[in-house]
């Protein structure tokens, strides 16, 4: 049997497993023996006794929570501001959940769109031919997703501002009913890291837009799981771990640890549906299947987080575990004569869903009863 190292197990260093199987070790019969060498240690079988398989076949280790279904934004889980960067005065805005897409019209100004590009360089300054610089880049990529220049008429990779930059804006300006400049003024145009969903707007109809002020907030248009864990859980959590959210009407779905925070706050963690004080981390999941989650926003949702697999390890129920004298654990086999012995074990993944624990010990094999106390 293969050890993997690699696991992020629930029970590193011990710690997690004794305070998860505690009640069930503190009720085995403990029996010190010396050194680790691993020597049979014969005693009288207890009437309360009953024995248990070693099994061998797939374990997994979960992290259960509750979460919050919602709309993905910053890193830190702040919504996007949108800053207006043109004078004159509001006469069109975007409604609360309004999906804005890139290459159209945000909202207006004394009539005029503002266009929402995608990029993450914000606008600070205006654009025309003979610039350079990555804001530059993003409009080249811009153009040539948005359909308004080929690859070979434009480069999206170039940061370059081009005559064929300024003939493909022009064509944008042109469909967007925008007078055709062939340049972008600063103004013309706001750069989110995406399609945006509105949130928040802070802008009112016929007031004076001033240039730098944010006037509405949005979230991205993809679907995201936020869950507050305990720091403890956190830490055997990584970015990639798959994930089954259970969404309010008991429908589940997939979904996979895109996000885990680096920094622990003060608050209230939520696990296996009770509440418990302590530092906790933010993690996000991202959805498999966005559709699946329809409209549901800021909607409670439950989150089992699968940690570590293993394909073919030896496992016994976490009762049969013996703390030994001196630190780390063995478990009881029983020969078919009746003979007893404690076997010294090194404790692998821990799957809370069957109760088992991986074991691995040059003196077990598959099928083997080891003894698990009936009280």
């Known amino acids: ?15 997690a497993l004794t305070l998860v199987a505690a009640a069930a070790i503190a009720t085995a019969a403990v029996e010190p023996f010396g050194g680790g060498s691993g020597d049979g240690v014969a005693r009288a079988a207890a009437a309360t006794d009953s024995t248990a398989a070693i099994a061998s076949g797939r374990l997994s280790s979960q992290v259960y929570a509750n979460g919050t279904l919602g709309y993905s934004a910053q890193a830190d889980g702040t919504p996007y501001a949108i800053v207006n960067q043109r004078k004159g005065a509001y006469t069109s805005l975007p409604q609360v959940t309004h999906i804005a897409r890139c290459g159209k019209g945000l909202y207006r100004i004394d009539d005029v769109p503002v266009l929402l590009l995608c990029g993450d360089v914000p606008a600070w300054r205006s654009l025309y031919e003979g610039m350079a610089g990555p804001d530059v880049r993003q409009l080249n990529r811009n153009l040539v997703e948005l359909g308004y220049a080929t690859r070979d008429e434009l480069d999206p990779r170039s940061d370059t501002f081009s005559a064929a930059t300024s003939h493909a ?8 009913d925008l007078d055709w400049t062939g340049s972008l003024r600063l103004g013309d145009a706001v750069f989110a890291p995406g399609p945006l969903r509105i949130t928040k707007v ?7 837009a001033g240039r730098g002020a944010p006037m509405a907030q949005a979230t991205s248009t993809r679907r995201r799981v936020d869950v507050d864990l305990k720091a403890a859980q956190a830490s055997s959590v990584g970015v990639g771990d798959p994930a089954t959210i259970t969404l309010p009407d008991n429908s589940t779905t997939t979904g996979v640890v895109s996000r885990v925070g680096t920094v622990a706050s003060a608050g209230r963690a939520q696990s296996g549906g009770s509440d418990s004080s302590g530092a906790t981390i933010p993690v996000a999941i991202a959805l498999d299947r966005p559709r699946v989650a329809g409209r549901l926003d800021r909607a409670p949702v439950g989150v ?5 697999r293993v394909r073919d390890a030896l496992s016994v129920p976490v009762t049969a575990l013996v703390a030994r004298a001196g630190g780390g654990y063995a478990v009881e086999t ?5 003979r007893r012995e404690l076997v010294p074990v090194r404790l692998g993944l821990f799957d809370p869903a069957d109760g088992r624990v991986q074991v691995e010990s040059p003196g077990l094999s598959t099928g083997q009863r080891v003894v698990v106390p009936s009280t």
Do not use: F, P
Request: hydrophobic share 30%; no cysteine.
């Open 1 to 15: 049997m293969s050890w993997r190292s690699s696991h992020r197990r629930l029970l590193a260093g011990g710690g």
């Open 169 to 176: 804006l022009g064509e944008l300006q042109e469909k967007r």
């Open 202 to 208: 802070t802008a009112t109809l016929g007031t004076s």
């Open 304 to 308: 089992q987080i699968t940690t570590g």
């Open 334 to 338: 029983v020969a078919g004569d009746g």
